[in-house]
């Protein structure tokens, strides 16, 4: 979209440096040990995809904050938007009281989630926010107490939202009892199916096992509230599930009266190229979860459901903080961004990386599968083609080697390699990001 100069990031002291180093330390005595930093970057500043240290180190921004940033870092028009709210005031709490920016991206996020536009909005501040109301509203609605979710899921890690997370057992050990009514099925991976199976002879495999299997054998489906699912799983591994999966789970819902929510924190607001991942498949959900880049940064949480589906009563569910009106400012600023190029950047600047990341992974026998929609794109790591042995380790160094080259990435699932750059991407810019990744990838696997 943009044409930049051939900007390249730029290293200037060991990393990390004397001043990140300090932060470290205090931050390692005063910060929660239960966070996974990969590599040491202190920011100072961000802009666009742009990242540069306290200690004057510049990095591209491939990793986007954990895929928040949607319209880069610091985008002057959301910036001014959120300022101009600032300077009005901060906080009012929109559950107790109204407010103009609020209503607006209500209706805005009713006009642009698919389905009939007749729907209700309850705001929180994060993703497991939102699926903690969804998996309150199915359960209101419905009256029925069980929920469906699948392996390799992440939904969050609140306790709700956690008995729905099947991603690293890590992040639910010592955590139990969970909530007893979760019960979880196997994603179509179909790298790795868990049926040996290959797609489309497999006629859904997975599908037909939670008929089959789970529906006659463990859980009536009378008593299942909902099915959650990711669009495109991402915590899991960035697993795009083939063309009928989403519809054939769709139908299986509807047979037994069950609600069908797409949690869209890490594949919606326009990462894939569409703006919800589950536009790719033609189908639609009873209740979505919305967060990460919907504000540009700032904290905002979005259960979006039909108003028929959304019919508890006051006092049912509701947050102080949540639908903040610095957060709603930001986010009307950033869907008018993504509707008016952000989206069409992120599937024509992904389509190119795709294509070639795909050329670069027939070179080499270390990369097993390259997948992904728009700019939500994952390479996964094998010891070799055959054996298709996951390679934790080594993705983990690669991801440390881009780091000292000046590339900020992250790992999904137990042996990929996630690209989830802001979506104001240049192609020329994703060319420097993808360089970078060969070269750390030939230097970890010891090629050329
Ligand atoms: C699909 C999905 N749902 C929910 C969450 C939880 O979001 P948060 O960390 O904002 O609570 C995440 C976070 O990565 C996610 O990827």
Redesign the pocket.
Same mark, same amino acid.
């Given at each position: 979209m943009r044409k930049s100069a051939m900007k390249k990031p730029k290293i200037i002291t060991k990393l990390p440096g004397p001043k990140a180093k300090e932060v470290l330390r205090r931050d390692s005595k005063y910060i929660s040990p239960s966070y996974t930093r990969s590599y040491p970057l202190v920011i100072e500043k961000g802009k666009g995809v742009w990242v540069t240290d306290i200690d004057g180190n510049t990095f591209l921004d491939l990793a986007a904050g954990?895929g928040v940033v949607a319209s880069g870092h610091s985008h002057p028009a959301v910036v001014a938007a959120a300022k101009e709210q600032l300077d009005k005031f901060l906080h009012m709490s929109g559950t107790d009281f109204y407010y103009v920016k609020q209503a607006k991206l209500a209706e805005k996020l009713a006009e642009i989630v698919p389905g009939a536009k007749n729907k209700k909005v309850l705001f929180g501040n994060? +993703?497991?926010?939102a !699926?903690e109301c969804a998996m309150k509203l199915a359960r209101y609605h419905t009256r029925r107490p069980r929920y469906v979710a699948f392996t390799g899921a992440?939904? +969050?890690?609140t306790m709700g939202?956690l008995s729905l997370t099947a991603s690293k057992s890590i992040q639910r050990k010592y955590f139990a009892p969970l909530l007893p009514s979760v019960t979880h099925v196997p994603y179509a991976y179909c790298y790795r199916c868990p049926f040996n199976f290959k797609y489309p002879s497999c006629d859904l495999a997975c599908i037909t096992y939670i008929d089959d299997v789970v529906f006659k054998r463990v859980v009536p489906p009378e008593e299942v509230a909902a099915i959650f699912v990711?669009s495109i799983q *991402?915590?899991g591994g960035y697993i795009v599930p083939p063309r009928k999966f989403l519809p054939a789970l769709r139908q299986l819902c509807d047979k037994y009266g069950i609600l069908l929510i797409d949690?869209e !924190?890490?594949a919606g607001m326009g990462r894939t190229g569409k703006m919800f991942g589950i536009e790719h498949f033609n189908t639609k959900a009873d209740i979505y979860?919305i967060?990460?880049g919907i504000a540009s940064g700032l904290p905002l *949480?979005a259960c979006v459901a039909r108003a028929g589906i959304m019919d508890w009563q006051p006092g049912a569910h509701a947050s102080t903080f949540g639908g903040n009106p610095v957060s709603c400012a930001a986010a009307l600023k950033t869907i008018e961004l993504l509707e008016h190029k952000l989206i069409e950047n992120a599937a024509a600047v992904g389509k190119v990386a795709l294509e070639r990341l795909k050329d670069i992974a027939d070179k080499y026998e270390f990369i097993g599968d390259v997948r992904g929609k728009g700019l939500m794109i994952g390479i996964e790591l094998v010891a070799d083609k055959t054996s298709k042995q996951p390679v934790g380790d080594k993705r983990n160094a690669v991801v440390y080697e881009a780091f000292k080259q000046g590339l900020l990435l992250l790992g999904a699932g137990e042996s990929t390699l996630r690209l989830i750059p802001p979506l104001v991407i240049s192609d020329s810019e994703m060319q420097v990001g993808i360089d970078i990744i060969e070269s750390a990838l030939k230097k970890i696997f010891r090629v050329g």
């Amino acid at each position: 979209m943009r044409k930049s100069a051939m900007k390249k990031p730029k290293i200037i002291t060991k990393l990390p440096g004397p001043k990140a180093k300090e932060v470290l330390r205090r931050d390692s005595k005063y910060i929660s040990p239960s966070y996974t930093r990969s590599y040491p970057l202190v920011i100072e500043k961000g802009k666009g995809v742009w990242v540069t240290d306290i200690d004057g180190n510049t990095f591209l921004d491939l990793a986007a904050g954990i895929g928040v940033v949607a319209s880069g870092h610091s985008h002057p028009a959301v910036v001014a938007a959120a300022k101009e709210q600032l300077d009005k005031f901060l906080h009012m709490s929109g559950t107790d009281f109204y407010y103009v920016k609020q209503a607006k991206l209500a209706e805005k996020l009713a006009e642009i989630v698919p389905g009939a536009k007749n729907k209700k909005v309850l705001f929180g501040n994060s +993703g497991t926010e939102a !699926v903690e109301c969804a998996m309150k509203l199915a359960r209101y609605h419905t009256r029925r107490p069980r929920y469906v979710a699948f392996t390799g899921a992440f939904h +969050g890690r609140t306790m709700g939202s956690l008995s729905l997370t099947a991603s690293k057992s890590i992040q639910r050990k010592y955590f139990a009892p969970l909530l007893p009514s979760v019960t979880h099925v196997p994603y179509a991976y179909c790298y790795r199916c868990p049926f040996n199976f290959k797609y489309p002879s497999c006629d859904l495999a997975c599908i037909t096992y939670i008929d089959d299997v789970v529906f006659k054998r463990v859980v009536p489906p009378e008593e299942v509230a909902a099915i959650f699912v990711e669009s495109i799983q *991402g915590e899991g591994g960035y697993i795009v599930p083939p063309r009928k999966f989403l519809p054939a789970l769709r139908q299986l819902c509807d047979k037994y009266g069950i609600l069908l929510i797409d949690d869209e !924190v890490q594949a919606g607001m326009g990462r894939t190229g569409k703006m919800f991942g589950i536009e790719h498949f033609n189908t639609k959900a009873d209740i979505y979860c919305i967060a990460k880049g919907i504000a540009s940064g700032l904290p905002l *949480g979005a259960c979006v459901a039909r108003a028929g589906i959304m019919d508890w009563q006051p006092g049912a569910h509701a947050s102080t903080f949540g639908g903040n009106p610095v957060s709603c400012a930001a986010a009307l600023k950033t869907i008018e961004l993504l509707e008016h190029k952000l989206i069409e950047n992120a599937a024509a600047v992904g389509k190119v990386a795709l294509e070639r990341l795909k050329d670069i992974a027939d070179k080499y026998e270390f990369i097993g599968d390259v997948r992904g929609k728009g700019l939500m794109i994952g390479i996964e790591l094998v010891a070799d083609k055959t054996s298709k042995q996951p390679v934790g380790d080594k993705r983990n160094a690669v991801v440390y080697e881009a780091f000292k080259q000046g590339l900020l990435l992250l790992g999904a699932g137990e042996s990929t390699l996630r690209l989830i750059p802001p979506l104001v991407i240049s192609d020329s810019e994703m060319q420097v990001g993808i360089d970078i990744i060969e070269s750390a990838l030939k230097k970890i696997f010891r090629v050329g």
